[in-house]
């Protein structure tokens, strides 16, 4: 059992920047991968970014085209966080930020490989 727990989220304006963070509890953190999603309202909940387990020397991330190049994802094994920093904030970015961790054997950036979810925090980007 892992439970996830988001912050970080708040108003910003365009062109400004944000870092998430996710706290996990749980002794295996590190077996998991983690990923980012956003929900809009009225719309689909959306992969942003995630990231692989510590199982290798690299970790490997991925990254939705709509972040790409304006999002950071990372993690912190010995605090069981992950990370999201989000620079060059635009309107379109505005959702609830949903923290997840798969025990997938890969890195999933389908939201129905993921096991646990956190509780989300909103992320409001004024123009």
């Known amino acids: 059992q892992v439970q996830l727990v988001e912050s970080g989220g708040g108003l910003v304006q365009a062109g400004g920047s944000l870092r998430l963070s996710c706290a996990a509890s749980?002794?295996?953190?590190?077996?998991?991968?983690m990923g980012w999603f956003r929900q809009a309202p009225g719309k689909e909940r959306d992969f942003v970014a995630a990231?692989?387990?510590?199982?290798?020397?690299?970790?490997?991330?991925y990254y939705a085209d709509s972040v790409k190049g304006r999002s950071t994802i990372s993690r912190d094994n010995a605090k069981n966080t992950v990370y999201l920093d989000m620079n060059s904030l635009k309107p379109e970015d505005t959702a609830v930020y949903y923290c997840?961790?798969?025990?997938?054997?890969?890195?999933?950036?389908?939201?129905?490989?993921?096991?646990?979810w956190g509780q989300g925090t909103q992320v409001t980007v004024s123009s």
């Open positions: 749980g002794r295996t953190f590190s077996s998991y991968s």
């Open positions: 990231i692989s387990t510590s199982g290798s020397s690299t970790y490997y991330a």
């Open positions: 997840a961790a798969s025990s997938s054997r890969y890195t999933a950036t389908m939201a129905r490989y993921y096991d646990y």
